[in-house]
Structures are given as structure tokens and as C-alpha cells.
């Protein structure tokens, strides 16, 4: 098999694992019309099934908002991005050989710097209109889509890089993971910016 076409092979997998934990959340509906919102904003993002996995359980804190759905979905991405982080880490420690592992913790862990400021910002925006909405919102978009920029770059190193493939894979499928995350919530975030 051709290891260029991991990524591609994993991005299904990575649909199915990223959000571990919140799989019960997705079937139930525990916020009724609550998750409604949730399905109905996640069909228009380019992983609505990575999103409404995640993004589920969050049904009764967003309620309908898609400011807190914004918040929720950079929340959740910064969960999996330092879950991400620490397992390219150890991976970076045991092969210390392989510079492009090294190379993606650190822009890995430079999206966990962007979303956590991101996330912080989103916590300070008020509602559109206030003073400084319109700044904090351009913040966020610059932020989530340099994380995503990283994302991508880290994948496209390990995916080139000569290591092992199972461990080629297994971060790939990680990093494939928190990329869809991420693009969402640089979706809802764009959307906030579009207006209402
Ligand atoms: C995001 O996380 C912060 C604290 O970590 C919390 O205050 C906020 O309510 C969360 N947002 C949503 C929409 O869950």
C-alpha cells in the first residue's frame, strides 16, 4: 500500500475516534431541539459527522447560539488538539530520529497555543455590536486558521517522512482528527463573522 494514501484511508477512522467519550451523545437526544441546532449548523460544515459526534453532548450549553456553538466547537478542538499534542510527543521521544515527528509537535502544539487563546478570546467577545466584537472575531479567524495551517503542515511532513507505518498512521489519524475539528470551528467562527 502506498503510505501517501494513509491519510486518506484514516480520515473515516478519524471521523469515528476523535471525539472518544462523547459517543453516547450523538444517538441520544438529550437536549431535544437543542441537538437539532447542533445537526442543522454541523450539515454545513465540510465534517458534519466528526462535528455532530462532538459537538452533541454540548446541546443544552449551546442552545441555539451560534456564538456558544462557536465556543463549544474551540473548546472541544483545543481538548483534542492537547490530547493530540501529547501523543506526538511521546512518539517525538522514542523516535528522536525523525525530525518530521519533532517538527509537527511543535506546530501542534502551536495550534494548542492558538485555540487556547482562541477559546480565551471567544470568552471576552460580549455580543456583536459591543466594543471590540468585531476585532475579537477577526482575532479568532487569523488564530483557528493558523492552527489548521499547522495542521496541515505537521500531517504533510509525517506523511512524507520515513517512519514506521504504524506510527506514520497513528498520528496521522490523530492529526487527521483534530484538523476536521478544526475546520469546523473556523466554519462556525466565519459564520459568526458573515452576521446573522
Ligand atoms: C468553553 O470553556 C470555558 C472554560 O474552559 C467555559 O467557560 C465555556 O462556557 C465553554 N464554552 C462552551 C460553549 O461550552
Not at 4 to 9: L, W
Not at 55 to 83: D, W
Not at 117 to 145: C, D, F, H, I, K
Not at 182 to 190: G, R, V
Request: net charge positive; hydrophobic share 45%.
Amino acid at each position: 500500500m502506498e503510505l501517501v494514501h494513509i491519510p486518506m484511508i484514516l480520515s473515516l477512522a478519524a471521523a469515528v475516534s476523535v471525539c472518544d467519550g462523547a459517543a453516547g451523545a450523538a444517538t441520544g437526544i438529550p437536549g431535544g431541539g437543542d441537538v437539532g441546532f447542533i445537526r442543522a449548523s454541523c450539515s454545513f460544515t465540510l465534517y458534519p459527522r466528526v462535528c455532530e459526534r462532538c459537538l452533541a453532548r454540548y446541546a443544552s450549553a449551546v442552545k441555539g447560539s451560534h456564538c456558544h456553538l462557536a465556543g463549544a466547537a474551540v473548546n472541544e478542538t483545543l481538548r483534542v488538539a492537547r490530547s493530540a499534542s501529547t501523543l506526538v510527543g511521546r512518539y517525538a521521544v522514542r523516535s528522536p530520529a525523525a525530525g518530521a515527528i519533532s517538527d509537527c509537535l511543535e506546530t501542534v502544539g502551536e495550534s494548542v497555543d492558538l485555540l487556547r487563546q482562541s477559546a480565551e478570546e471567544l470568552r471576552q467577545m460580549g455580543r456583536p455590536g459591543t466594543p471590540n466584537y468585531a476585532w475579537r472575531l477577526s482575532n479568532l479567524q487569523t488564530w483557528v486558521s493558523a492552527a489548521l495551517t499547522n495542521e496541515i503542515t505537521c500531517l504533510d511532513g509525517v506523511t512524507r517522512a520515513r517512519v514506521d507505518p504504524v506510527v506514520k498512521a497513528t498520528i496521522c489519524g490523530r492529526i487527521i482528527g483534530l484538523k476536521q475539528m478544526t475546520s469546523n470551528a473556523l466554519a462556525f467562527i466565519n459564520h459568526l463573522a458573515a452576521g446573522p
